[in-house]
């Protein structure tokens, strides 16, 4: 594994540990809670072979569906 992918998957691994409510996983919620932060993970699922479905609710509820990329017919990754 190369350094920059390793440090990465160590800082996540911190913030897993974190407890939900913890000060520092406020800046990385108001990150990710953006349309900024949704398309930095829209593109990060991208490169990995993941297409994207949002559906909004009208009611401030949305899901997201995840797709394999290059099956036919797509093959359903989750949905959440």
């Keep these: 594994m190369d350094r920059p ?4 998957l160590e ?6 540990t974190l407890e939900p409510g913890t000060s520092e996983l406020r800046p990385l919620h108001q990150w990710l809670d953006s349309w900024r932060g949704i ?3 829209a593109i ?3 490169r990995q ?5 949002l559906t909004g609710y009208g009611n401030g509820h ?9 099956t036919n017919p797509p093959v359903l990754g989750g949905s959440a």
Excluded: K, P, V, Y
Aim: hydrophobic content about 55%.
């Design 62 to 70: 949305w899901r997201a569906t995840f797709w394999h990329t290059g």
């Design 39 to 41: 398309g930095a993970i």
């Design 49 to 53: 072979g993941w297409d994207l479905q």
């Design 11 to 16: 800082a996540a691994i911190g913030f897993a």
């Design 44 to 46: 990060g699922m991208r």
């Design 5 to 8: 992918r390793r440090a990465l």
